[in-house]
């Protein structure tokens, strides 16, 4: 390659022996100040790795001889985050639901709080905004199966309902009336027809009346005469036209020959009490919520 490296005519500089369809390359050297950049770079980023955590190894790494670490910055940022907000979450830990949502100060705190422990521990069932979805109730209306005073939601958060890990848990069970045979699958459309006509749906008259007979015998002691439901039992209004699992003749009849038995967990599992307050505030907030006397009614 040597014999053809030659001087280009117009500029005088050297080429590299490369040619390519009858074009020569120069051989021009970088500027200095480039080739000077480019070093200090590497030495710069030697000393970085020096310096500070840098290099990958089998459980950790290169500590580096600075001892910097982002993640103790963020352990001491947030250390001194909880040092600010002890003081309230103090008072929170000692104190009622009902009696945190009535002072101004511990309640704005405590919203906050809450907002902020139900995006991590909450939207993954009832949704970002908290409209629930089939299945998971709708937290911003004001239809509660076990009440909606701040301390009854409290006491839900706190037991989870069916959660067969705490004692305490909120636990009601609807029967399996077709499953178990308790009504033949014709009685069962007629309840099914029956059920769905309290809320407004026009329904055939005399499948409503036979259902009217067999829900009385069957269902009103858990959801009430008037099908208005019951908070003892967790048992949902029949009424109002909101529905956990679907709200036609077709859900209904599914859920009476094999009712679905929702399960949310005890949070004082993994929660720490005044978290727990804080989330029943923040939901309690969230438009349905009910005053203190209500959860007695």
């Known amino acids: 390659m040597a014999t053809n490296i030659e001087k280009d005519e117009v500029t005088g500089t050297a080429t590299t022996g490369h040619e390519w369809d009858g074009i020569k390359e120069l051989n021009t050297p970088l500027p200095k ?13 030697l000393g970085y790795t020096i310096a500070y955590p840098a290099w990958p190894m089998l459980h950790g790494a290169t500590a580096g001889v600075l001892g910097y670490s982002s993640r103790g910055d963020l352990e001491a940022s947030l250390g001194e985050a909880k040092a600010a907000q002890a003081a309230n979450v103090d008072k929170i ?82 029967p399996a009336f077709g499953a178990d045979e308790i009504l033949t699958p014709e009685q ?24 009217k ?22 048992a949902p209004n029949l009424t109002d036209k909101i529905w956990l699992y679907g709200g036609t003749v077709a859900d209904v009849k599914a859920q009476l020959m094999k009712p679905r038995h929702g399960v949310m967990p005890a949070w004082s599992h993994r929660l720490s009490d005044a978290t727990i307050k804080q989330l029943a505030v923040y939901v309690h907030t969230l438009g349905g919520g009910e005053a203190a006397e209500a959860a007695t009614q």
């Open 188 to 211: 069962i459309g007629s309840v099914a027809a029956y059920t769905v006509s309290l809320g407004g749906e026009q329904q055939d008259a005399a499948l409503v009346e036979e259902g």
């Open 213 to 234: 007979t067999l829900f009385t015998e069957n269902c009103a002691s858990c959801h009430g005469e008037d099908g208005k439901g019951g908070r003892d039992f967790g």
């Open 93 to 174: 830990a000692t104190m009622s639901v009902d009696d945190i949502l009535k002072d101004e100060n511990l309640r704005g705190f405590a919203i906050a709080g809450g907002s902020a422990a139900f995006k991590v521990n909450c939207v993954q069932c009832h949704g970002s905004g908290a409209a629930g979805s089939a299945g998971y109730p709708n937290l911003n209306d004001n239809d509660w199966l076990w009440g909606g005073s701040g301390e009854a939601i409290y006491t839900t958060l706190k037991n989870g309902v069916r959660y067969t890990q705490n004692a305490d848990t909120r636990d009601s069970q609807m």
């Open 33 to 45: 100040w480039w080739l000077y950049t480019f070093y200090g770079c590497v030495i710069w980023a």
